[in-house]
Structure formats: structure tokens, C-alpha cells
């Protein structure tokens, strides 16, 4: 298109502003993810219906069928954007912390702990949406599971284990930590701890590097 320079390409393609097509659509899923997270985190899940999203969101519904075909696929996007912003965070902190056990162990369960609770929606979906179904269960056990083989990964870089296919004990030990922490954080977010946020990361801090240690002088 000549002249006005504001559209170019076919209508699937077409670019309005410098903005293409599929980028405006990742604008309108974002939009719609960032209303679910509002909707689900200050209302409830039973909130969560398409006209109120696209309410939310300020989308027409024939935009929320662009990205979604259920509430389901909502939850699980969302769920996935926030094991996302997990993992970032974890490397990002892990990557520029004391290089002892406790201080990486801690710098890691801090920024996890510290994203979950400081946008506490961000941890109602993570850890309540993901239990409101069978198919929603079986994506945050994956995702637990993805986790736990960080924490694994980590500890077999960070301890020097030269076969960690050896002892399944480090598998069994990853799944064990990030399983108790994700039940320990729900319990702690439904007031059943009595402990401070600094108070929880620091016994956390304490089972890992615990659990860690005495797994390393087995192996060594």
C-alpha cells in the first residue's frame, strides 16, 4: 500500500502502525492472560467466564476463539507464563549468588517464593487454578516435575557428580523438595504456618541445602 504508509501485506498479514498481525495478536493474548490473572486472583476461578475476560481484557469475544477454544486453555496458559517467569527469576538470581550451597539455594528459593507472593494472584493460579481440574492436576505435576529437574540439574553441576545416572536418590530427592515446597507454600499462603515470608525461605533454605549436602557425601 503506497501513500500513507499506516497498512501494508494482505488482511491476515496486514501491519497498522508498525504492529504486524501476529503481533497484535500476541498483544490480544497477553491482554487476555493479564485480565484472567486479575479476574482469578481478586474474584475466584468461578469468575472466570469468556464475556467477563473480554470485559476485562476490553477484547471483543471473537478475539478471545483467536487464542482460546476453553477455559481450560486459559488456565494453562497462564499457568505455563508463570512457570516461566519462575524459571527467570531462579537462574536469574542463581546466576549472581553467593557461590556456597546455602547462598544459592536460598538466592533461589527467594526470588520463586518472592514472585509468587509479591503478586499474590500470580500465586493463586499457580498453586489453586491448578488443581481445578484433572487435565490442569497433570500439567502442574509436569511442572513440578520440570522444576525438580532443575533443582537436580543444578545440584549435579554445583556438587561436581560425575555419573548422576547412579543414584536415583537425586531425582527422588528434586522431586521431594520442589513437591514439599509447592505444599508447604500452599499451606503457609492459607495461613496455617505461623511463620513470616523471611522465616519460610530461611527453614526452606535449611531442608535443601541439608537434603543437598548429605546427597553429595554419599555420592562422593
Known amino acids: 500500500m503506497r501513500g500513507g504508509g499506516r497498512a501494508t501485506g494482505g488482511p491476515a498479514s496486514r501491519t497498522y502502525g508498525g504492529i504486524s ?20 486472583g481478586t474474584q475466584g476461578l468461578a469468575k472466570l467466564t469468556v464475556s467477563g475476560l473480554c470485559a476485562k481484557a476490553g477484547l471483543n469475544e471473537r478475539y478471545y476463539y483467536e487464542s482460546f477454544d476453553s477455559r481450560d486453555a ?25 557461590k ?43 511442572t513440578v516435575r520440570v522444576f525438580a529437574r532443575m533443582v537436580a540439574a543444578e545440584g549435579i553441576d554445583f556438587y561436581g557428580i560425575d555419573d548422576p545416572q547412579s543414584d536415583p536418590a537425586i531425582d527422588f530427592r528434586a522431586n521431594y523438595l520442589v513437591g514439599g515446597l509447592v505444599q508447604t507454600l500452599t499451606a503457609w499462603l492459607q495461613g496455617e504456618l505461623p511463620l513470616t515470608r523471611d522465616e519460610l525461605i530461611e527453614h526452606t533454605t535449611d531442608v535443601f541445602v541439608l537434603l543437598g549436602e548429605d546427597l553429595a557425601r554419599r555420592l562422593g
Open 21 to 40: 498481525a501476529d503481533e497484535r495478536r500476541a498483544q490480544r493474548r497477553a491482554a487476555l492472560l493479564e485480565a484472567a490473572l486479575e479476574i482469578i
Open 74 to 98: 486459559v488456565l494453562t496458559a497462564l499457568i505455563d507464563t508463570i512457570a516461566e517467569e519462575l524459571a527467570i527469576a531462579i537462574v536469574a538470581a542463581v546466576g549472581t549468588a553467593p
Open 100 to 142: 556456597d550451597s546455602r547462598g544459592t539455594a536460598r538466592a533461589a528459593i527467594a526470588a520463586g517464593i518472592h514472585l509468587l507472593t509479591d503478586d499474590p494472584r500470580k500465586a493463586k493460579v499457580a498453586l489453586v487454578a491448578g488443581m481445578a481440574t484433572p487435565e490442569l492436576r497433570a500439567r502442574t505435576t509436569e
